[in-house]
């Protein structure tokens, strides 16, 4: 399986901060990388794919990037809303592997 | 606006055999651009990717897994299944359906439904 090592495990930040997550694949995975946003009770929701495309809809403070084997999700301006856990997905080999995920809370 | 919803037993005893299945609503399950796919996540845990299937029926599972799973689809009712046998205590999670959009290659989960709890106790 590739392993997908996700960092940080948590971080706190305020409203206005810019913050990067990122994860490592254990083997090359192309750009075949995705990113969701998590809220309690919720069902997660795409932000990025393809390691850089911003779903549809959504806010431009939301950006990806990395190929190979190192991927980063930024927010530029973290919002109120954006308080939640992120995860990364690899869809280049199966079993796809998601990170451990990231808990984004507030300062 | 593409929806999925689980539903199932939300408590299931140890060595039976957990069933849920999802209904998607607001398009069609046989559409070629899709796989249709289940994942969890135990209580405090991170997401864990269960397997898909395609609307030919071909299926991908978890090697984790695989020797207990079944994903099965019904283009008739526009929903598509997960049987997993044998369950432990292991298993309890909350149980996600979701879409996977498939496009040059690249999987991407665009559309989840909001995910159902299932507790593997005696």
């Known amino acids: 399986d590739i392993e997908m090592t996700q960092s940080p495990s948590s971080l706190s930040a305020s409203v206005g901060d810019r913050i990067t997550i990122t994860c490592r694949a254990s083997q090359s995975i192309r750009t075949y990388l995705s990113w969701y946003q998590h809220k309690p009770g919720k069902a997660p929701k795409l932000l990025i794919y393809?390691?850089?495309s911003l779903q549809s809809g959504l806010p431009s403070r939301f950006s990806g990037s990395g190929s190979g084997t190192d991927f980063t999700l930024t927010i530029s301006s973290v919002q109120p809303e954006d308080f939640a856990t992120y995860y990364c997905l690899q869809s280049y080999g199966t079993p796809e592997t998601f990170g451990q995920g990231t808990k984004v809370e507030i300062k | 606006q593409v929806q999925l919803q689980e539903s199932g037993p939300g408590l299931v005893k140890p060595s039976q055999t957990l069933s849920l299945t999802c209904t998607v609503s607001?398009?069609?399950?046989?559409?070629?651009?899709?796989?249709w796919t289940w994942i969890r996540q135990p209580a405090g845990k991170g997401l864990e990717w269960i397997g898909r299937i395609y609307t030919s029926g071909t299926t991908n599972y978890n090697p984790s897994l695989k020797s207990r799973l079944t994903i099965s689809l019904d283009t008739s009712k526009n929903q598509f299944s997960l049987r997993l046998t044998s369950v432990t205590a292991a298993d309890t999670a909350v149980y996600y359906c979701a879409r996977d959009y498939y496009k040059h290659g690249e999987f991407r989960l665009d559309y989840w439904g909001q995910g159902t709890l299932v507790a593997v106790s005696s």
């Open positions: 393809a390691a850089s």
């Open positions: 607001g398009g069609s399950i046989n559409s070629g651009t899709y796989y």
